[in-house]
């Protein structure tokens, strides 16, 4: 009868060391989820703001050489293939700033298991939904968002430099575009000087 006792309390100490870790590691994937997010949505702010007033055009390409060679299922049920500047301009239409173009890549490029991968269309969805993207990325099988910030990352530094060779950038004439001065106000016009007589 002592022996039962003890299995019994052994039984249940196991349990208790189970459900603990349970609600631990619940805790520390939420914990991941909002840091994720935030960082996420702060990396998203600042791709937003570098690419504002820029040229579009310039902003796509770097985002697509960025992704050059990796293939993106972008509907259930069409084959993967690259990404073009046309489904950047189509996510675009779809109110998406850069930022948000860039983390919907990352996580549809890095999945970590190909078996059950989602399009770009069905993350979308889920983000449409609601989803975080900390969340998104654990539905999705990520451990943690380390190769997606990598990316996301990345492209922040890509629309940087779009943004800084465009400030940098000489005008037809070959002179580097300056910030506009203010106008300098008009001199008064000189009296004309009096003829001296007897020359």
């Known amino acids: 009868m002592t022996t039962l006792k003890i299995v019994g309390a052994a039984f249940s100490l196991t349990s208790i060391a189970l459900i603990i870790g349970l609600v631990a590691g619940q805790a520390a994937a939420q914990d991941v989820d909002s840091k994720g997010d935030k960082e996420l949505t702060q990396l998203t702010q600042k791709i937003d ?34 990404l073009t500047a046309q489904d950047v301009h189509d996510l675009r239409a779809k ?24 399009s770009v269309s069905e993350i979308l969805a889920m983000r449409q939904a609601g989803e975080g993207w ?21 492209t922040d530094k ?8 465009r400030s940098e950038k000489p005008d037809k004439s070959g002179k580097m575009d300056k910030p ?18 007897g020359r």
């Open 49 to 82: 703001k570098s690419a504002a007033d820029r040229d579009g055009g310039r902003v796509t390409a770097k985002i697509v050489d960025e992704w050059k060679g990796t293939k993106f299922k972008f509907d259930p049920n069409s084959a993967p293939r690259e």
């Open 95 to 118: 109110k998406l700033g850069y930022g948000e173009i860039s983390i919907l890549l990352a996580l549809t490029a890095k999945q970590p298991n190909s078996a059950t991968a989602k």
């Open 134 to 154: 900390g969340k998104l990325a654990r539905d999705l099988g990520y451990k943690n968002l380390g190769s997606v910030l990598k990316s996301v990352k990345a």
């Open 158 to 165: 890509d629309v940087t430099k779009v943004a800084m060779e």
């Open 180 to 197: 506009d001065k203010p106008e300098k106000p008009e001199r008064p016009e000189k009296p004309e000087k009096a003829e001296k007589p």
